[in-house]
Every structure is written in structure tokens, then in C-alpha cells.
């Protein structure tokens, strides 16, 4: 059976909990606990040696990088729910969001959401133990990302991010008013993976995503949000940042 | 018939230039003058308005993004000659390669090539010149860049960028010591988007990339260009970096 490591459903983990929910395949989830460095230990090393979530396994082999994990799933599983176009030329529009979403959007939410929560999570340790945690993380680029979280990241690099954000936005939401999806005129990975960066943001981020500034954007997020295997799957899979 | 868009043989352009060579696919190759900042011109923005080589155009349909480009090719001209494995994890490992060209591989090695040669297109324009360039890029990463290019990048910028350099090489090195090709066991899109960036680093990183250093690498560079459609393509698509 599939099995599915990820975290609970925000962000990169979302994209392929969402793909599985959406296509009713069968999988085992096994969800790590993010407070506790789980992607970081010796176990999870083994199945993904960057200690990243989400990852794949399927028949012994494993599958790493969230919108990879995706495509891969309608290449080898393909059911009746079809979240690619048929077409190639829509398949290549689809691309372009998902590349858009892993080199621009995705980046400059993720630093904004480590400034304002996960550097907490460390910054409670000590300098020892902190520095203790960072030899367990095998990217260069996630231990720096690490250190700025917990000293603060630059306002220059705060400030360049929120600009992003606001570029991110507007994209989107020009692109949806005359789209109800993202491409080729169906619901594709490429509204699964954008869908997994941007809600929340009316919430997190309502300066900027909101029914005045940004309607059709929000009409995309809700209506995402409404479709029963979205439901299902927020009703199933647990969200550690949620406290309730 | 198909027509491509682009820059000579380097770079992102040499990826669907060489995917259309070694799929023996008939067509027209519109080649852009990047000294004249002809991508940046109104006409090109036309076809596509980030103002950005690569471009295919197929039957009126405008497909961009290097990688992606070549993704459609696979998908929508299917020819004897495969350049994607025939199974669905050999893919996903293939598009591990072609993303992580696109998110790391390429951009250090594009800094360092902008600090060496590209800068040099726009030193010797006036203040004024230069801004009215400028007007004409419609990324602001781009502007961002060009401004950096003229004005020199910061040392710390380029120091870093040399690190990812390292380690990419590095990588590359390693997986080739065990491996023919990147992905799959056959030479596939893996192999092409990253010879595009690798390839003349024997040279212009020599320090780097050499017999002692990185063998494998040096030996994968070299076996993919002595491949016929390689040979045919460097010979028929002149290289405006090239001065004869």
C-alpha cells in the first residue's frame, strides 16, 4: 500500500494528503511531529536523506519533493479523477504554476510563517542544545534558514518577502477572475498546489487576502475549500498548529 | 510548424534546442541577439511578456519555461528516440534533476556568468541608457539583476554562489561515479538540463571541473558531446558568445 510521510495538512505536506484525498487512493499516513524534529531523526534520514517532508513510498521505492509526489501519482496511479489536463498544452500551463508555486510563492510565505512561528519552537533551547539540533539537519541551506529563525531574519529580508507576497497575490487573483481554475479550465495540481501555499492567508495574511482587495482569490480559496474530499481530508488528518 | 524562440546554444536555451535535435523534430529556430536585448523587445514580448528565452510555439500555442518546453515535447511529439524513462519512479527521479537545475544548479552558476560576461553588455552605458533598458524588462528580478550586474554583485554574493557551485558540482560527480546518466539508466531530460548548465564549466571552471576533481563528471560532460545530434546541433546553431 502507499504510505505517505508527511506533516499534518499545510504547506508542501498539503499537496500530495490532498492529490491522495482527491484521487481515493488508499495509503498509510504516517505523520511526523514537526515540534519534535522527527524529519531530522536517523529513521526519517533513511527514507529521505535531505529530512524532508512530505515523501512517498510505493512498493519499497521512494518518492521525494511534494509537486514531484504528485505528478507521480497521476503518472502511476492514474483513476478516474484526473488531476492533470488531457491536453499537453494545458499540462505545460498546469507546470508553470506548480514550478511558480516551488520557486517564488512558496518561499516567500514559508519565511514570513518562520519568522512569526516555527523559529518558537527553538527558541526556547539553549545556544548548546540549539546547536545540537542543527547537526542533525543534512541541508546547508535548511540550517541557515534555522539560524535565522531563531536570531531573527533581517527586516530587509522581511520586508523583500511581504513584497512577494503581494506580487503572489495579485497574480493569482488577476489570473482567477477570469479563471475559475488555475489551468486548463479544471481542478489540476496546479489549484492543489497553489491551494496548499495560499489558505490560510485569509486569515494570516487579510491585509492582503481578503473580499475587497483580492475576491476572486478568495472565491478560489473557499471553493477549494468546499469540495468534499478538502473536507474530508481537514476532518481526518490532524494539524498540529491548530490548538483547540 | 514548431517554433523555438531563443539564445544560442547555452544556458536554458540549449535545453529545448537540444531535446528538438536529438528527437530529429523539424523546426524553425528564431534566434534572438541577447547583446541587443531583443527578448526584452515589444515584438518578443508578444509572444511571451515576461520577455524571457526560451519559447516554443506550436500551432499558435506558446509554451514557456525551459524544463517545461521539453516536458511538452515528450508529451506532445512522441518520436522514437525517448527522452523520459518509461516508468513512473525513473520520471520522478529524472524531474528531481530537471527541478533541482532549476532551483539551485542554475542560478549559482548564472550569477557567477552575469558577474563574468553579462555585466559587461551594459558598462558601458550612460546612467540614462541603462535606465531606459531597464523600463523594458518586465521581471523585477531581472531589473534586480541587471542592476547588480553593472553595478558589480556584492563579494558575499559571489562567495556564496561559489560554495553552490562546489556542492553542485560535487553532487553531480558523485551520482555519476555510479551512474552512466542521471536518471532512469538512459540518457534522458535529467542529462539535457543539466549538460546545459554544466557544459564549458571544464572550462570557465576549471578549478573545478577537471580530471582530478570530478572525473565523472568531466567523463559524462565529454560522452554527451560526442553524441551525434549534440555534435549536429553545436554545428548548426551559431553560439554569439563564441568569437571566431
Same mark, same amino acid.
Given at each position: 500500500m502507499l504510505k505517505l510521510y508527511s506533516f499534518g495538512p499545510g504547506a508542501n505536506s498539503l499537496k500530495p494528503t490532498l492529490a491522495l484525498y482527491e484521487k481515493e487512493l488508499e495509503f498509510e499516513h504516517k505523520l511526523l511531529n514537526p515540534a519534535k524534529f522527527e524529519h531530522h531523526s536517523e529513521w526519517f534520514k533513511k527514507i529521505n536523506p535531505r529530512g524532508q517532508v512530505p515523501a512517498l513510498e510505493d512498493r519499497g521505492n521512494i518518492i521525494t519533493e511534494s509537486t514531484l509526489i504528485c505528478e507521480y501519482l497521476e503518472d502511476e496511479h492514474p483513476t478516474d479523477v484526473k488531476l492533470r489536463p488531457d491536453n499537453s498544452f494545458d499540462t505545460a500551463?498546469?507546470?508553470?504554476?506548480? &514550478?511558480?508555486?516551488?520557486? =517564488?510563492?512558496?518561499?516567500?510565505?514559508?519565511?514570513?510563517?518562520?519568522?512569526?512561528?516555527?523559529?518558537?519552537?527553538? &527558541?526556547?533551547?539553549?545556544? %548548546?542544545?540549539? +546547536?545540537?539540533?542543527? &547537526?542533525?539537519?543534512?541541508?546547508?541551506?535548511?540550517?541557515?534558514?534555522?539560524?535565522? %529563525?531563531?536570531?531573527?531574519?533581517?527586516?530587509?529580508?522581511?520586508?523583500?518577502?511581504?513584497? &512577494?507576497?503581494?506580487?503572489?497575490?495579485?497574480?493569482?487573483?488577476?489570473?482567477?477572475?477570469?479563471? +475559475?481554475?488555475? %489551468?486548463?479550465?479544471? =481542478?489540476?495540481?496546479?489549484?492543489?498546489?497553489?491551494? %496548499?501555499?495560499?489558505?490560510?492567508?485569509?486569515?494570516?495574511?487579510?491585509?492582503?487576502?481578503?473580499?475587497?482587495?483580492?475576491?476572486?482569490?478568495?472565491?478560489?480559496?473557499?471553493?477549494?475549500n468546499e469540495r468534499p474530499a478538502v473536507k474530508k481530508m481537514f476532518a481526518s488528518v490532524p494539524n498540529e498548529l491548530k490548538k483547540d
Open positions: 500551463q498546469m507546470r508553470v504554476w506548480t &514550478k511558480w508555486v516551488d520557486e =517564488y510563492f512558496c518561499w516567500c510565505v514559508s519565511t514570513i510563517g518562520w519568522h512569526r512561528m516555527v523559529g518558537n519552537m527553538v &527558541k526556547g533551547l539553549s545556544d %548548546a542544545e540549539f +546547536e545540537e539540533k542543527l &547537526k542533525d539537519i543534512p541541508v546547508h541551506e535548511q540550517r541557515v534558514k534555522w539560524r535565522r %529563525a531563531r536570531e531573527g531574519f533581517p527586516q530587509e529580508m522581511l520586508d523583500e518577502e511581504m513584497r &512577494k507576497i503581494g506580487v503572489s497575490v495579485r497574480r493569482l487573483d488577476d489570473h482567477l477572475a477570469d479563471n +475559475e481554475w488555475l %489551468a486548463g479550465g479544471m =481542478y489540476t495540481l496546479a489549484d492543489i498546489c497553489n491551494f %496548499a501555499i495560499a489558505n490560510g492567508m485569509q486569515h494570516g495574511f487579510s491585509e492582503m487576502v481578503n473580499g475587497t482587495d483580492t475576491p476572486h482569490l478568495l472565491r478560489w480559496i473557499e471553493q477549494i
